[in-house]
C-alpha cells in the first residue's frame, strides 16, 4: 500500500469512527429539506456515469451556515443516507493532504468534508502568498477533474461568502451553495434544552423554549459555550434535589458557569449602595415600559467584576428581536442610566459611587453612537420637523467633525435621558425604597416577586389617587 493510500485509508477509518459516536440525526437539523433532496440525488446517481448529471449534482459543495462546526456532521450523515464513504480533513491537513494522490478506485463513491481554515482564506492582492494561491489552485483543479466513474464530492462550511476566496466559488469547484437559514428562537431553544436534557429540566424550561431560544441567543450562541453550560448545569442538578428551572438557566447566564462560593458583603454601606444601584435599574425597567419589562432577576450579591445584577425580561426582549426601535434603544439606555440615578436619588449626589456604573455608561454611550453616527437617529426624533435632520451617516471611518457632531449630540441625549428618569424616580420614591429593602433583605428577587412588587404598588398607587 502506498504512503497516499495509508492517508485515506487511515482518515477513512478515523471519520468512520467519528460517524459512529455522532448521536444527531437530519431530523436534528432544522430547514435543511434542500440537503435531504442533494442526499438523494447522490443515492440515485452514485452509479451514473454521466458527467452532466454530475455537474448538476455538484462537485464542491459549500454550506453557508452560522454555526459551520455542523458542517462536518450533515455531511457525515448525508453520506450515510446515499451509500457514500465519509472522509473528513482536518482544516490543518488541508494543506498537505492534498499532495498525495487520492485513492479514488477504492475511496468513491465517497464524501470529503474540509474543515474550514486558512486554506480557504481571501488572497490579498497587495500582500501576496504565492504558497497558499498555489495550494487553492491545486485544490480547485482536483474538484474540477471530476471522474463519474469513481464520484468523490467535496464539501465545507463557511459563516459568510467572504470567508472563502472567490477564485473557489466557480463553476466546476464549489459551484452549489445551500444556505442553513438561522434558527428561530424556540429551536435554539430547543436544540439547547436537548443538551441539559428535556427529563431535568422544569415547565418554566420546557414550556417557554422561545424564551430560552431568547437567552441562548442574547447570552451565548455559541455551541462550544452551550456545550460547557449544558454540563454545568447537569452537575447543578446533579447536587439539587429539584428539576432545573428558568431562574437556574438565568443565574447561570448572569454569573457563568464557574463555581464559587458567595463573597460576603463587609459593610450595610456597601449593601445600601449595591441595593440602591441595582434597584434603580429594576424600577427604571418597571416604570419606563409600564410594566412590560418585568426584570427576570435581580440580586445584591457581589460578584468578581460587579456589586449586583438585573436581567431584563426575556419575553419583553423577544418583541424587537434584532430589530430594535428608537423607543427600545431609549428604553435601554434609560435602564441602563437608572443605577447611576438611583444612587443619586436616594444617597445623594456626593454619595454616589465613581465606578459602579463605569459599563453602563459605557453601554449607553456606545447606543448613542450607533444612533447618532451610523443610523441617522435625530434627537428631537419625537418633532415630526426635525426627523430628517440628522441623516448624514458617518461611512467606513469617521472624521474629525463627525466625532465632535457625534458627541455633542450624545451628551444632550443622555443628559436628556437621566433628567427624564430622575423626575421619574421623583414620582414613584416609595416604588425604588420597597424595591431596595427587599434586596437588602432577600439579596435576590425572582421575576414572579419583582411583579408582585409592582403590581402592589400600582394597587396602591391607584387608590391613593382615589
Same mark, same amino acid.
Given at each position: ?26 431530523d436534528d437539523f432544522h430547514r435543511i429539506e434542500t440537503i435531504k433532496s442533494w442526499g438523494q440525488e447522490l443515492a440515485l446517481s452514485k452509479d451514473n456515469k454521466d458527467t452532466n448529471n454530475w455537474s448538476l449534482i455538484g462537485h464542491g459543495i459549500l454550506y453557508l451556515m452560522d454555526n459551520i462546526e455542523d458542517g462536518e ?111 428561530t428562537l424556540i429551536e435554539k431553544g430547543h436544540d439547547f434544552v436537548m443538551q441539559i436534557g428535556f427529563d431535568i429540566c422544569d415547565t418554566s424550561i420546557t414550556k417557554q423554549l422561545d424564551k430560552v431560544g431568547k437567552l441562548v441567543d442574547h447570552e451565548y450562541d455559541d455551541r462550544r459555550i452551550q456545550g460547557v453550560v ?103 439606555? @434609560?435602564?441602563?442610566? $437608572? ?6 436619588? &436616594?444617597?445623594?449626589? #456626593? +454619595?454616589?459611587?465613581? =465606578?459602579? /456604573? ?10 448613542? @453612537?450607533?444612533?447618532? $453616527? ?6 428631537? &426624533?419625537?418633532?415630526? #420637523? +426635525?426627523?430628517?435632520? =440628522?441623516? /448624514? ?36 420614591k416609595d416604588l425604588i425604597i420597597q424595591i431596595i429593602n427587599r434586596l437588602k433583605a432577600q439579596r435576590v428577587l425572582d421575576q414572579k416577586e419583582l411583579h408582585m412588587i409592582y403590581e402592589s404598588y400600582l394597587a396602591k398607587s391607584i387608590k391613593k389617587a382615589a
Amino acid at each position: 500500500m502506498t504512503n497516499s493510500q495509508n492517508y485515506w485509508e487511515e482518515k477513512l477509518s478515523i471519520s468512520s469512527i467519528q460517524i459512529t459516536k455522532n448521536t444527531k440525526t437530519l431530523d436534528d437539523f432544522h430547514r435543511i429539506e434542500t440537503i435531504k433532496s442533494w442526499g438523494q440525488e447522490l443515492a440515485l446517481s452514485k452509479d451514473n456515469k454521466d458527467t452532466n448529471n454530475w455537474s448538476l449534482i455538484g462537485h464542491g459543495i459549500l454550506y453557508l451556515m452560522d454555526n459551520i462546526e455542523d458542517g462536518e456532521i450533515l455531511t457525515s450523515l448525508v453520506a450515510q443516507k446515499a451509500h457514500f464513504s465519509f472522509i473528513s480533513v482536518p482544516k490543518h491537513e488541508v494543506m498537505d493532504a492534498f499532495k498525495t494522490e487520492i485513492p479514488k478506485e477504492t475511496l468513491a463513491p465517497c464524501l470529503i468534508y474540509l474543515e474550514p481554515g486558512d486554506w480557504m482564506k481571501s488572497l490579498d492582492k497587495e500582500k501576496p502568498d504565492l504558497d497558499l494561491e498555489l495550494i487553492q489552485r491545486y485544490l480547485q483543479n482536483i474538484i474540477t477533474n471530476f471522474d463519474p466513474n469513481f464520484p468523490i464530492v467535496f464539501t465545507t462550511s463557511v459563516k459568510r461568502l467572504a470567508d472563502i476566496d472567490s477564485s473557489f466559488r466557480k463553476q466546476g469547484v464549489f459551484d452549489r451553495r445551500f444556505e442553513i437559514t438561522e434558527r428561530t428562537l424556540i429551536e435554539k431553544g430547543h436544540d439547547f434544552v436537548m443538551q441539559i436534557g428535556f427529563d431535568i429540566c422544569d415547565t418554566s424550561i420546557t414550556k417557554q423554549l422561545d424564551k430560552v431560544g431568547k437567552l441562548v441567543d442574547h447570552e451565548y450562541d455559541d455551541r462550544r459555550i452551550q456545550g460547557v453550560v449544558a454540563i454545568a448545569l447537569k452537575r447543578i442538578h446533579a447536587k439539587i434535589n429539584r428539576q432545573l428551572n428558568f431562574l437556574d438557566l438565568i443565574d447561570m447566564s448572569s454569573h457563568g458557569s464557574g463555581e464559587r462560593d458567595a463573597i460576603p458583603v463587609h459593610s450595610d454601606k456597601y449593601l445600601n449602595m449595591i441595593a440602591a444601584h441595582e434597584a434603580g435599574h429594576v424600577a427604571a425597567a418597571m416604570l419606563d415600559s409600564n410594566g412590560l419589562n418585568i426584570p427576570e432577576y435581580a440580586t445584591a450579591f457581589p460578584g468578581r467584576d460587579f456589586g449586583g445584577l438585573v436581567v431584563d425580561s426575556y419575553d419583553y426582549m423577544k418583541t424587537y428581536h434584532r430589530q430594535m426601535s428608537y423607543r427600545d434603544y431609549e428604553h435601554k439606555i @434609560r435602564v441602563g442610566l $437608572g443605577g447611576r440615578i438611583a444612587e443619586h436619588f &436616594i444617597l445623594g449626589a #456626593e +454619595n454616589m459611587t465613581v =465606578n459602579t /456604573a463605569s459599563s453602563d455608561l459605557e453601554s449607553a454611550t456606545n447606543m448613542c @453612537r450607533t444612533m447618532f $453616527g451610523f443610523s441617522g437617529i435625530s434627537l428631537d &426624533i419625537r418633532n415630526p #420637523e +426635525n426627523v430628517s435632520d =440628522n441623516l /448624514a451617516v458617518i461611512v467606513e471611518r469617521s472624521t474629525a467633525s463627525e466625532d465632535v457632531h457625534v458627541e455633542n449630540l450624545t451628551r444632550q441625549f443622555l443628559k436628556k435621558q437621566y433628567d427624564h428618569v430622575f423626575n421619574l424616580f421623583s414620582l414613584n420614591k416609595d416604588l425604588i425604597i420597597q424595591i431596595i429593602n427587599r434586596l437588602k433583605a432577600q439579596r435576590v428577587l425572582d421575576q414572579k416577586e419583582l411583579h408582585m412588587i409592582y403590581e402592589s404598588y400600582l394597587a396602591k398607587s391607584i387608590k391613593k389617587a382615589a
